[in-house]
């Protein structure tokens, strides 16, 4: 009969997990499934000032930027005309949320670059 050995996590790799448990939108449950760790661990890490964000830190609060696609249907597909950004300024995201107008969400995590969103967002407005 194996024993399971136990993981060690870096400080760093417990400061990181438990900035993502604190994140908008985020819950402690996702993020422990996504690590494969138990939810009471990054609870007991989050009380622990060694680990959890410090309050006084300044966050980069997440912004909403309320977009409205038109298109008249008479004229057939949409087209939309959205400035590409240069290629020598590269803009990315970490966390993209899409409400749709029946109520659906898309949801991207991860860096995400701005062109593949655009892209997106053209393909839906077909």
């Not at 997990?17 to 760790?37: E, K, N, T, W």
Request: with cysteine; aromatic share 6%.
């Amino acid at each position: 009969m194996s024993r399971k050995k136990n993981r060690f996590w870096a400080d760093e790799e417990k400061r990181e997990i438990c900035a993502q448990a604190l994140r908008p939108g985020m819950s402690v449950a996702q993020v422990a499934r996504r690590y494969a760790v138990n939810a009471n661990l990054i609870f007991k890490w989050l009380k622990d000032p060694r680990f959890a964000p410090e309050a006084d830190a300044s966050d980069e609060e997440a912004a909403f930027l309320p977009i409205e696609i038109e298109a008249d249907l008479a004229q057939g597909p949409a087209s939309i005309d959205v400035p590409m950004p240069s290629p020598s300024a590269p803009l990315s995201a970490s966390r993209i949320d899409i409400t749709l107008s029946d109520g659906r969400r898309i949801l991207v995590e991860g860096p995400t670059a701005l062109a593949a969103v655009i892209s997106l967002v053209q393909g839906l407005a077909v």
